[in-house]
Structure formats: C-alpha cells, structure tokens
C-alpha cells in the first residue's frame, strides 16, 4: 500500500488521503488545544447520508427542538445573529427548554447538568467542522464535531471534546457530558436516515440561514461567492 502523506499540526495529524487540496487545514482546534485539555472523543460512526445531506443538517437553526427534544426537550429558538466569512461562519441563538422535575432529576442525576437556557454559539468551518462552543458555571467547552466523506451517500462523524474549567468539579463530569454529545450523533444518525431523498423544499422557514450558506459554499466550493448572509 502507498503511505498516506501526513502534515503533522501541533498536536494533530492531518491527511488529505491522497487527494489533491483544495482548501488549507484548519487551524482552529489547535488554537482550542493551547487553552483548553482534551476531554475525549465519541459519537465516532458511519451514517448512511450523503455530505451536503449532513451538512444541512448541522446547520439546520430549527431541528433541535425536534431531533433533540427527547434529552433536552428545547421549546424554541430564539436566533440573534448570524456572521457570514466566506467558508467560516458564527451562528449565536438561545434555546430555552422545558425543565425536569426534581423527581427525574433524583432518578437520573446526570439530568442536573442541563441548563434551562442553551445559550448556542456555533463556529462552523465549511465542509468539515462546526464546534458548538457552552459555558456554565462550572467551565467552558467546546464540542468540535468532524464530518468525512467515506462515499457518496455515506459520511463518518465524530466529535472531539475539550473543556476549560472554572472550578474543579467540572472534569468530574467529562464522561457526562460526552455522553450527551453521543446521544446527539445518534439521534442526528436516527433523522437522517428517515428523511425523504431529492424531495423539492416548497416553503421556507425561520432561521434558515446557515443552510443557506452550506448550499452557497457547496455549489461553489472551494470558491466563494456572494451573496453574504451575514445577519
């Protein structure tokens, strides 16, 4: 077999797998690695989707109070901004949520560690990355999710987890939170494979905007075009 070439970037290593470049690596974990410790990895898996099918996904403001509403029961969006750089964007949105009794809670402890308010702040580095930057009281994380095209309708997805924290406590509950980033690669998974192909979008939503720029991005890859979608 041909060995890979390997560029070798601070703590990472990167491959192209062969394949001519077309965009440069992405130096932002990196920089996340210099102030943050790396928690673990998880929701490592195959999802039998295509690329710009996941991508729409990610960057759809609208599905987690649907996808994601069995864990963290969110009831709304409220989007405030949306910063537009070519292959790089911001998306920042709250989304309040229907709290747990104590009684659940009790039975299930981890169900403390859920904010009333998710206070969203999403890094997006077109095709290959979004990090979903939190804060809580205790410390800071940043949930960087992956996503390679292993075929044309199968893509892997993984997320890398690396937190700062502000009081001791918080890297006792490292497993926690990494399990709540597997139940939402799992319930993306779950979606996606229930989503009608090549169905025509006849109407438009709210907070549909990232998926703008996905579609942008995507048909004019690896150049950029306008229109900017900053909002």
Not at 65 to 89: A, M
Not at 111 to 122: E, G, R, T, V, W
Request: glycine residues 6%; aromatic residues 12%; negative net charge.
């Amino acid at each position: 077999m041909k060995p890979l070439e390997l560029t070798i970037q601070g703590d990472f290593i990167w491959s192209y797998g062969g394949h001519e470049p077309k965009v440069s690596i992405p130096t932002v974990l990196n920089e996340i690695a210099k102030t943050y410790y790396f928690v673990g990895h998880t929701g490592d898996r195959s999802v039998e989707t295509d690329l710009l099918t996941m991508l729409l996904n990610m960057h759809d403001y609208n599905h987690q109070n649907g996808t994601h509403r069995d864990l963290f029961r969110i009831i709304d969006v409220e989007f405030h901004q949306f910063i537009d750089d070519g292959h790089h964007s911001h998306a920042f949105y709250d989304m309040p949520t229907a709290p747990y009794s104590l009684t659940e809670k009790l039975r299930k402890p981890d169900l403390f560690l859920l904010p009333s308010m998710i206070k969203a702040h999403l890094e997006n580095h077109f095709p290959s990355l979004v990090i979903f930057h939190a804060e809580t009281p205790l410390g800071k994380a940043a949930q960087c999710h992956i996503f390679v095209p292993e075929a044309e309708n199968r893509t892997r997805t993984y997320i890398l987890l690396f937190g700062q924290a502000k009081h001791p406590v918080f890297k006792v509950f490292g497993s926690t939170y990494l399990k709540f980033g597997k139940v939402v690669v799992d319930q993306d998974a779950d979606i996606l494979g229930k989503i009608y192909p090549n169905t025509p979008q006849k109407i438009k939503l709210n907070n549909e905007v990232g998926m703008d720029w996905v579609r942008r991005n995507f048909e004019s890859f690896p150049n950029v075009v306008e229109p900017n979608l900053s909002k």
